[in-house]
């Protein structure tokens, strides 16, 4: 298992999250190709998009069926947003693009709910790795994050 893969299983152990990390033969780097391997619709997706904010990082996760609306983010935040370049998701929050989960993150990392994954029970979230899922309740996931969904889906 890859040191990515490993931070996500240890964190759910570490929690008692009701979650496995599943690394299959087929990339899920994006929403599209995760629901053809997991054979669910693309919208059970729970993509991670990486923002830069000033020297902070944000990550919407959000419905695969979803794209983030800039506008509603900056109003959020209060400041301008822009899109996080590959490495500069890998330094910032310790993976690859599509392979960046939920949590955990590195120190500093902001992570936003969007209020379109209260339609489902589960969702499928990247896992460490572009090929590593987890299926996980909405609700433990806001649990772990620590945060309430806020509308910032277009």
């Known amino acids: 298992m890859s040191k990515g893969s490993m931070r996500v299983t ?8 009701d ?3 599943i ?16 054979g669910c619709t693309i919208a059970e997706i729970a993509k991670s998009v ?4 000033g020297d902070s990082s944000v990550i919407v996760v959000i419905s695969g069926d ?10 959020f935040l209060g400041g301008k947003v822009g899109n996080a370049d590959a490495e500069t998701v890998r330094e910032k929050t310790g993976y ?3 392979g960046v ?3 955990p993150h590195n120190p500093g990392v902001i992570v936003l709910l969007d209020s379109s994954l209260n339609r489902f ?7 460490g790795t572009p090929n590593s899922v987890m299926r996980l309740s909405v609700r433990e996931l806001a649990d772990t994050v620590n945060r309430g969904f806020i509308d910032l889906a277009s």
Do not use: C, N, Y
Request: net charge positive.
């Open 10 to 17: 240890d964190l759910i152990k570490e929690k008692g999250i």
């Open 19 to 21: 979650a496995q990390v």
């Open 23 to 38: 690394t299959l033969g087929d990339s899920t780097r994006t929403s599209q190709l995760a629901a053809e391997a997991l």
């Open 50 to 53: 990486v923002f830069l904010h």
């Open 66 to 75: 979803k794209r983030v609306d800039m506008r509603k983010l900056f109003a």
């Open 96 to 98: 690859v693009i599509g």
């Open 101 to 103: 989960p939920p949590f």
């Open 121 to 127: 029970d589960k969702v499928w979230a990247a896992a």
